[in-house]
């Protein structure tokens, strides 16, 4: 290759890479464009807003939106804002995910460490989980919720993302402990460790990037759930996703964009802090089982 035909091909290079970088540039800006609008628009008075327009810098701060959105907003009949609405969340939320986690993680480790006639049958049953819609068990699941006296409740709310979680986090973590050679198990068998010795002491240690993964999901998916959160709560136990939808469609009153926004926000940042925080983590997980060996 001659000089002229290297600095040529060096030039190509660079005109693609500017082409790349330039069209990824505008996707990111398409992309978060409707979260500056919403921040923006939190953070600007009404009169402001009425008098602007969406993409507008504000020209004065004001956070008096945030807080009557958290504080005094009302939802419905009741004027306290999302407060109430955001602990309820918090309350059913954080016990679902531990729970669902755990559990998957002891089915993922008897479907592989500890197989049996029939265990491939079992995993394919709970794999059709994945793909029923939620509409199909509201009925079944609002009279099993009334058979244990638990409709209407916070626990009834953990037992729903629970049993719906499961066949995901088994899916996860039976893809993940596939790739630990059953002869660690058989050899701590000999050594004299029992089921949950192995499981305590060899397996979890291991399921670190596996556990973030389940985590980030149900997390996600539970905190960010609506249908199962109208269907069986109400009143004060509504989660922030239906008080949320009953800020927005409330009609008494002046409608308050700013505050609109602001409400949103509060409502997806447990979620947003839990992709930024561990979200890099989230793709090292599932592909840490693709290979076995």
Known sequence: MTGHERTQ?????????????TLLILFAL???????????????????????NLLALPRQLTF??????WASACTGVDCSGLKGNFMNSVSFVVPAVVISTLIGAFNGYVLTQW??????????LLLVGCFIPFQVVLLPMAQTLGWLGIANSTAGLVFVHVVYGLAFTTLFFRNFYVSIPTELTKAARIDGAGFFTIFWRIILPLSPPIIVVCVIWQFTQIWNDFLFGVVFSSGERQPITVALNNLVNTSTGVKEYNVDMAAAIIAG?????????????FLRGLTAGAVKG
């Open 30 to 52: 398409y992309y978060l464009m409707p979260l500056f609008v919403m921040v923006a628009t939190s953070v600007k008075s009404l009169d402001e807003i009425r008098a602007g």
């Open 9 to 21: 091909s060096v030039g190509s290079q660079r005109v693609g890479r500017l082409i790349v970088y």
């Open 64 to 69: 008096e939106a945030w807080a009557k959105a």
């Open 115 to 124: 197989r049996f006639r029939g265990s491939d049958a079992m995993f394919t």
């Open 269 to 281: 940042l447990p979620t947003l802090f839990v992709y930024i925080v561990a979200g890099k983590y």
